[in-house]
C-alpha cells in the first residue's frame, strides 16, 4: 500500500491533471453533443465554441485547486492566473477549432456516421476526439510552464512563486 501512495505522490501533478482533463473534456463533448442536438450539425463552430467556454471555467477552477495547488485568491493573482490561463486556452481552441474546419469540411469528415451502441457517431465528433489529444498536451504544457510555473503553497494555504 506504501508503494502505492509513494507512486501517487510521485505522480500527483500528473495524474490529477489527467482526471481533471478527463472530467473537462467530458464536459466540453457533453456540451458539444448536447449543443449539436438543440441547434443542429451544421452549427458545429458556434456549437465547438460554446462547449470550449464552458469547459474552459470548468478547467480553470478544477486546475488552479487540485491540479496546480494554486490556493491564493488575491484579485491580482487571480487576475493574471486566469487571464494567462484564458490566453493560453485561447491558442489550443484556434488550433482546434481551425483544424475541426479542415477536417470536417477540407478532408471531409463531415459525411462520416454510424451508429454504435445506440449512438450516433459523426465525423465531427471522431475529429474532435482526434483533436482533443493535441488539446490536452498543448494545455498542459501551458498550465505547467507559463501559468502555474513554480507556484507552491505555503503554510497558511497562500502560493508563492517558487525561486
Partial sequence: MSRIKDIFVKYKEILTYVV??????????????ALGRL?????????NAAAW??????????NKLWVFESKNWNIKIVAAEAAEFFAARLFSFGVEEGCLWLLVDIFNM?????????FEITGQLI?????????????????????????????????????
Avoid at 39 to 47: D, K, P, R, S, V
Wanted: hydrophobic content about 55%; overall charge positive; glycine content about 8%.
Fill in 20 to 33: 481533471f482533463g478527463v472530467l473537462t473534456t467530458l464536459v466540453n463533448f457533453v456540451c458539444f453533443w
Fill in 39 to 47: 441547434f443542429g450539425n451544421n452549427a458545429y463552430l458556434l456549437n
Fill in 53 to 62: 467556454i464552458i469547459s474552459v471555467i470548468f478547467a480553470y477552477v478544477t
Fill in 110 to 118: 463531415g459525411s462520416l456516421s454510424f451508429t454504435f451502441l445506440g
Fill in 127 to 163: 475529429a474532435k476526439v482526434i483533436l482533443a489529444v493535441i488539446v490536452v498536451i498543448l494545455n498542459y504544457f501551458f498550465s505547467k510552464f507559463v501559468i502555474f510555473a513554480g507556484k507552491k503553497k505555503n503554510s497558511s494555504g497562500a502560493c508563492k512563486k517558487s525561486e
